[in-house]
């Protein structure tokens, strides 16, 4: 068993989950699409967002691929400090916009305090 096995195993026993549910090579697939695709910070979130749709109900093989062809079809902006594109036409297609709750913008960091 190599290291990234052995970190996989004990998280899994110390979280109580399967370890068979943990397909090491798909999420790395998944983290090296997000990051290459969109930006690097992007493939932790990714695999995290996966995790939740998997946690829901989803298989990760159909999750991983979903957002793996969503990054592979997205256009990162030409250079840093530019504006993102658009959204891929496949992905406006299928999906709207989720709610976020309320908005901070134009308050100042003590308005909540």
Do not use: F, Q
Request: aromatic share 4%; charged share 20%; with cysteine.
């Amino acid at each position: 068993m190599n290291t990234m096995e052995e970190w996989t195993a004990a998280v899994c026993a110390d979280l109580g989950l399967d370890p068979a549910a943990a397909d090491i090579t798909i999420v790395l697939d998944l983290a090296r699409d997000a990051a290459h695709g969109v930006a690097r910070p992007a493939a932790p979130v990714t695999t995290y967002l996966v995790g939740v749709a998997v946690g829901l109900g989803m298989t990760l093989p159909d999750a991983a691929g979903r957002i793996s062809a969503l990054a592979a079809d997205w256009k990162a902006p030409d250079a840093p400090g530019d504006s993102p594109r658009p959204l891929p036409t496949s992905y406006r297609s299928r999906h709207r916009p989720i709610a976020t709750g309320r908005s901070r913008v134009g308050r100042s960091r003590g308005a909540d305090r």
